[in-house]
């Protein structure tokens, strides 16, 4: 059972990233997934989520509002994956970037989650 990151990097100012979010010995289905973040020196941040399904796409979605407009989250039951479409990167988004899950609904405490990725560091620098 593990959750893997990736995706990460050096980007400029401005630019992109996507991040991934893959489950293994499990399935997301029935899973909320949040990706926080923890920047040097600081706690680890809710950034978004998204719920299940219950079946269906019609999934709920919450961002932060540091990244409304920016990043995106989305899933891919089918491949078991997560992501996180970062745009317009700032340097203030510079951290490692963690993926979680939790039955059904999208919290943004972090200790709601019960499976931890590992993180991916995202920097954002010129």
């Known amino acids: 059972v593990q959750l893997q990151a990736s995706g990460g990097g050096l980007v400029q100012p401005g630019g992109s990233l996507r991040l991934s979010c893959a489950a293994s010995?499990?399935?997301?289905?029935?899973?909320?997934i949040g990706w926080f973040r923890q920047a040097p020196g600081k706690e680890r941040d809710f950034v978004a989520g998204?719920?299940?399904?219950?079946?269906?796409?019609?999934?709920?979605?919450h961002y932060a509002d540091s990244v409304k407009g920016r990043f995106t989250i989305s899933r891919d039951n089918a491949k078991n994956t997560a992501y996180l479409q970062m745009n317009s990167l700032k340097p203030e988004d510079t951290a490692v970037y963690y993926c979680?899950?939790?039955?059904?609904?999208?919290?943004?405490?972090?200790?709601?989650?019960?499976?931890w990725g590992q993180g991916t560091q995202v920097t954002v620098s010129s």
């Open positions: 979680a899950t939790r039955p059904i609904g999208i919290a943004t405490i972090e200790n709601l989650y019960e499976k």
């Open positions: 010995g499990f399935t997301l289905d029935e899973n909320a």
């Open positions: 998204i719920s299940w399904g219950g079946g269906s796409t019609n999934y709920a979605v």
